[in-house]
């Protein structure tokens, strides 16, 4: 059974740093390029980051491009967002997505990122 | 980037009716667009890859069909536990965009 476990989320300051993790198991992590997809609260979805099987190449959208950096370990199938800078237009729910087959197809259940003072 | 537009953003209908929903993109992305749907609290779930292709242990009511920019989400006969929030998200470009959602409710 594929499953996604984020940890790491929290209360933050505004310019401070978060790093959130997601610890796969399941499947082989390492054939597959993962992401990152946010929600902040009620309202949509919104794609923040991907990574390639190696790590080599990762993409994102300029709303969190040149602060967040996405990596990967796949001797310990874990996915990392080191989170820089962060605003509270950053506030979310960040769930860890695969992207096996097509689509993001399978996700963790979210963990919650507060930006505030 | 590609923008997704979902339409209706709310569709109200009894238990029984059959539905379709749409997803518009900026520009033609061959047949690399995504479907989920979203429950209350919970995280989202693939529903339709690709554009009509389907995803193993999803009900057979759902079906997708489109291509180039027009797409559609079909639900044969709603039943109670499909009332959620679906978003249609597109894999033509690197940067991943979604739609704004299209909410399923009673009626």
């Known amino acids: 059974e594929v499953q996604l476990v984020e940890s790491g989320g929290g209360l933050v300051q505004p310019g401070r740093s978060l790093k959130l993790s997601c610890a796969a198991s399941?499947?082989?992590?390492?054939?597959?390029?993962m992401a990152w997809v946010r929600q902040a609260p009620k309202k949509g979805l919104e794609w923040v980051a991907t990574i390639s099987t190696s790590g080599s190449r990762t993409y994102y959208p300029d709303s969190v491009k040149g602060r967040f950096t996405i990596s990967r370990d796949n001797a310990k199938s874990s996915l990392y967002l080191q989170m820089n800078s962060l605003k509270s237009e950053d506030t979310a729910t960040y769930y860890c997505?695969?992207?096996?087959?097509?689509?993001?197809?399978?996700w963790g259940q979210g963990v919650m990122v507060t930006v505030s003072s | 980037n590609i923008v997704l537009t979902q339409s209706p953003a709310t569709l109200s209908v009894t238990p029984g009716e059959s539905v379709s929903l749409s997803c518009r993109a900026s520009?033609?992305?061959?047949?690399?667009i995504h479907w989920y749907q979203q429950k209350s609290n919970e995280s989202p779930r693939l529903l339709i890859k690709?554009?009509?292709q389907s995803i193993s242990g999803i009900p057979s009511r759902f079906s997708g069909s489109g291509s180039g920019t027009d797409f559609t989400l079909s639900i044969n006969r709603v039943e109670s536990e499909d009332f959620s929030i679906y978003y249609c998200?597109?894999?033509?470009?690197?940067?991943?965009?979604f739609g704004a959602g299209t909410k399923l409710e009673l009626k």
């Open positions: 399941g499947f082989t992590f390492s054939n597959y390029y």
């Open positions: 998200q597109q894999s033509y470009s690197s940067l991943y965009t």
């Open positions: 520009q033609s992305i061959s047949t690399s």
């Open positions: 690709y554009a009509s």
């Open positions: 997505a695969s992207l096996t087959t097509g689509g993001f197809d399978y």
